[in-house]
């Protein structure tokens, strides 16, 4: 799936006309999308964009926060929605969740009757991209608490636990 994000700032009228409060796009983001808008074909790409984005922001305000990151619109034909998702477990929570989301996209104007599923594996790379840890070494306080504290612990899983903790905060 590409990434489309921007399109919904774009309308007929031209490049400057985006909403406020938007970023925005680099020159040569409005030059492909004036090229696009000049043909028919580009203009219907760039309005069946705008319908996936849509509706997928619709679908992720109805989900669990757990699931929204990871669901994809992937088409909209006729009064079907197609979702893709990375994993089976994904999709059986969402066949769970059909009739919540079709009443959040009928709410927001869509004349949807179904909803499909589709499992794609390639989308469970994309769903588990996590932040980057972030990590604060231990103080001097509380490395010489954890030492007082080894000294009091009888040997054992927990004095081991401690030792390992102590020598990986004081590289």
Known sequence: MCDVSGLN????SGPRARKSGSKPRSSSAYQALNWLALDDTGASLVATAQALMQAENVIRKALPPILAPSCRVA???RQCLTLAVPAA????RLRQLTPTLLRALESHGWNLNRIEI???AGLLAQAHKSPP???QPLGRKALESFEELQKNVSPGPLADAIGRLLTHHRR
């Open 75 to 77: 088409k909209i034909d």
């Open 89 to 92: 477990a994904h999709a059986t």
């Open 118 to 120: 589709r499992v794609q």
């Open 133 to 135: 840890r972030e990590v």
């Open 9 to 12: 700032a774009y309308n007929r």
